[in-house]
C-alpha cells in the first residue's frame, strides 16, 4: 500500500482504496480527492481489476464530508474564488467517475458519512452500511448548499408514495441524519451487513468473489424511522416556497403533522444559514429536472457565488473553527431574504 492519506492496493482482482486520515474523519482535502481519483482512472482500462472497493481506517467515519477549512482560509486571503473552483470542481469530477463507472464500484459504510462522502459512496454501485453509519447532508449550517451530485440523486430517493423528492427536500434543507435504515429505505444504501461481520465481509469482497460476499454476509437492515416519517414531511416539504414550508410547521394542527416534530423541525431551519435553505431549495427543485451532468456543473456555481457569501465563512467559523455553534447570519432570518439575491446566485 502507498504511504499517503488513502491506501490502494489490487489483490484477486480488486482495487481497493482504504481512506486512511482518521483524525480528520477521512475529511477530503485536495490531495485525496486527486489520489482516489488517480486509482479510479488507473484501474478503470486495467484487465486485472475487476471491481472496486472502497473501505474507511476510522473507526468514527467512512468519511465525514469535504475538508472546508482550507478554503476558508483562502477566502479570508482574498483568494477565495479560483481556489473554490478548483476544490469543488475536483471534488465533482471524482463524484462524476464514480457515477459513470465502468466497473462494480463498493463501499463499505461502518461510521460517519457526510457530504463528499457520499460523494465517493452514493454515486457507486453497492453501498454497504452497518448500524453504525449515519448519513447527512448538513451543509446549511455551514453556510454552503448540498452538493456532490445531491442536487440530483435527493429528489430522487426511493419511497412508498410518489412524493419521495419531499424527502430529499427535507434532508437537504434541515441537514438531519439519518441511519442506516433509513438509508436502505430511500435508496442511498443497498445493502446492510451488522458491524461485527464488516471485517469478514471485506476480506471476502478481497477475494474477488464480491457478489457470493454479499450473499453471504447481508441481512435485514434496520426499521426506518425516517420512513414511518414520510407523511409528515411530504405535508410540509412536498411543494410550495420556504415560507410555506415553515408556515405549515408554524401550524401543524392546520397542517396535520406530529406537533413534536414540526417543533424540532422548526427549529432546526431557523437554526442554519437563511440564505442556504432558499438556496437549496431552488438547487433541488431545479435538479429535479436536470441529468446528473447538469446538476454538478450548476452546483459548480453555485458553490464559487454562495461561498462568497459571508455566512460561508461565518459558518465554517463557528461549526468547524471555533466549534461555538453560534453564528451570525446575514441576513438573520428566512423572512428577510431577497429572492433576487438567490437568483443572483444560479446567474439568474
Not at 133 to 151: C, H, L, Q, R
Not at 298 to 326: M, T
Request: hydrophobic share 45%.
Amino acid at each position: 500500500m502507498n504511504e499517503s492519506l488513502i491506501r490502494t492496493r489490487v489483490a484477486d482482482g480488486v482495487g481497493e482504496v482504504q481512506l486512511d486520515r482518521p483524525a480528520a474523519l477521512n475529511a477530503l482535502g485536495p490531495s485525496m480527492i486527486r489520489d482516489i481519483h488517480a486509482a479510479l482512472e488507473r484501474w478503470r482500462d486495467d484487465p486485472e481489476v475487476t471491481a472496486v472497493l472502497v473501505t474507511s481506517n476510522s473507526e468514527r467515519a467512512f468519511c465525514a464530508g469535504g475538508d472546508v477549512k482550507p478554503v476558508r482560509d483562502a477566502i479570508l486571503a482574498g483568494h477565495g474564488a479560483d481556489v473554490v473552483r478548483d476544490y469543488f470542481a475536483a471534488e465533482y469530477r471524482l463524484d462524476e467517475l464514480v457515477a459513470t463507472y465502468p466497473k462494480p464500484y463498493l463501499s463499505l459504510i461502518d461510521g460517519v458519512t457526510m457530504g463528499g462522502g457520499l460523494g465517493i459512496s452514493v454515486h457507486g454501485a453497492v453501498r454497504v452500511v452497518t448500524e453504525n453509519a449515519g448519513f447527512a447532508m448538513p451543509e446549511t449550517a455551514i453556510g454552503f448548499v448540498p452538493d456532490i451530485g445531491s442536487s440530483h440523486f435527493l429528489p430522487r430517493l426511493r419511497g412508498t408514495t410518489a412524493r419521495c423528492d419531499a424527502v430529499g427536500m427535507y434532508l437537504a434543507v434541515t441537514g438531519t441524519r439519518i441511519g442506516a435504515g433509513d438509508a436502505v429505505a430511500v435508496g442511498l444504501a443497498t445493502h446492510f451487513v451488522p458491524s461485527a461481520r464488516v471485517d469478514d465481509l471485506a476480506d471476502r469482497i478481497r477475494t474477488g468473489r464480491w457478489q457470493d460476499a454479499l450473499d453471504e454476509y447481508v441481512g435485514p437492515a434496520p426499521e426506518s424511522d425516517l420512513e414511518r416519517r414520510v407523511p409528515d414531511i411530504e405535508a410540509v416539504f412536498g411543494d410550495g416556497t420556504v415560507l410555506d414550508m415553515l408556515a405549515r410547521l408554524d401550524d401543524p394542527e392546520k397542517a396535520g403533522v406530529d406537533a413534536e416534530w414540526a417543533a424540532q423541525t422548526r427549529a432546526t431551519l431557523r437554526a442554519v444559514s437563511p440564505t442556504s435553505v432558499w438556496t437549496t431549495a431552488e438547487l433541488m427543485r431545479r435538479g429535479a429536472e436536470s441529468t446528473l451532468a447538469e446538476c454538478f456543473a450548476r452546483e459548480l456555481d453555485v458553490a464559487v457565488h454562495i461561498s462568497a457569501v459571508p455566512d460561508f465563512v461565518e459558518g465554517v467559523r463557528a461549526v468547524l473553527v471555533d466549534k461555538d455553534h453560534a453564528p451570525t447570519w446575514s441576513p438573520a432570518t428566512i423572512e428577510d431574504v431577497d429572492p433576487a439575491d438567490v437568483a443572483a446566485l444560479f446567474g439568474d
